[in-house]
T-cell receptor
Framework: NAGVTQTPKFQVLKTGQSMTLQCAQDMNHEYMSWYRQDPGMGLRLIHYSVGAGITDQGEVPNGYNVSRSTTEDFPLRLLSAAPSQTSVYFC????????????????FGPGTRLTVL | GIQVEQSPPDLILQEGANSTLRCNFSDSVNNLQWFHQNPWGQLINLFYIPSGTKQNGRLSATTVATERYSLLYISSSQTTDSGVYFCAVGDRGSTLGRLYFGRGTQLTVWP
């Protein structure tokens, strides 16, 4: 298994441009999420999905859109990039059923480093 | 949401020393994970430990859920242990799978 993969690894955008960060997992996980990491801080949740066709907002959703058309893929869209969105973005997944404790364990992708000028 | 506090924020050690990192959380949890973020930014799963004790080589972790804290022990530290250690918890009351992160402990191990 490749686990959780993210593309691109690095990206530079100009203010106002749009782009999509890709995330895919091959573990048949129900739960997928996007986090951002800013200097000196832990990760903060942007959006998450509990299954195909179901998404919801996390702590910092403004400026980002998501969709989940398949179990495997969970892209994150920046509609109009702003310098405040300069960050490292991580995608994560888990099997997602609380009734089985170990299914809650989350696995993270390698991250995408985004700079908005 | 649930509050997660990690201590100490920074730790500097000589190679071979032992250390203990602490994670306090403000509510009942159904998930607690320890991660190591290496100097290349990669997040490595260390332990999934919502309760109890686990060991993996030189690392071990203990979570006392009733007292709302977890400890990560690193013995005989090596330079490759350097990086940031994060504690993250899942709140029993929130949507399944959602994690709340602490700000991390920056560990530097000198040769």
């Amino acid at each position: 298994n490749a686990g959780v993969t993210q593309t691109p690894k690095f990206q530079v955008l100009k203010t106002g441009q749009s782009m999509t960060l890709q995330c895919a997992q091959d573990m048949n996980h129900e739960y997928m999420s996007w986090y951002r990491q800013d200097p000196g801080m832990g990760l903060r949740l942007i959006h998450y999905s509990v299954g195909a066709g179901i998404t919801d907002q996390g702590e910092v959703p403004n400026g980002y859109n998501v969709s989940r058309s398949t179990t495997e893929d969970f892209p994150l869209r920046l509609l109009s990039a702003a310098p405040s969105q300069t960050s490292v973005y991580f995608c994560a997944s888990s099997r997602g059923r609380q009734t089985v404790s170990s299914y809650n364990e989350q696995f993270f992708g390698p991250g995408t480093r985004l700079t908005v000028l | 949401g649930i509050q997660v506090e990690q201590s100490p924020p920074d730790l500097i050690l000589q190679e071979g020393a032992n250390s203990t990192l602490r994670c306090n959380f403000s509510d009942s949890v159904n998930n607690l994970q320890w991660f190591h973020q290496n100097p290349w930014g990669q997040l490595i799963n260390l332990f999934y430990i919502p309760s109890g004790t686990k060991q993996n080589g030189r690392l071990s972790a203990t979570t006392v859920a009733t007292e709302r804290y977890s400890l990560l022990y690193i013995s005989s530290s090596q330079t490759t242990d350097s990086g940031v250690y994060f504690c993250a918890v899942g709140d029993r009351g929130s949507t399944l799978g959602r994690l709340y992160f602490g700000r991390g402990t920056q560990l530097t191990v000198w040769p």
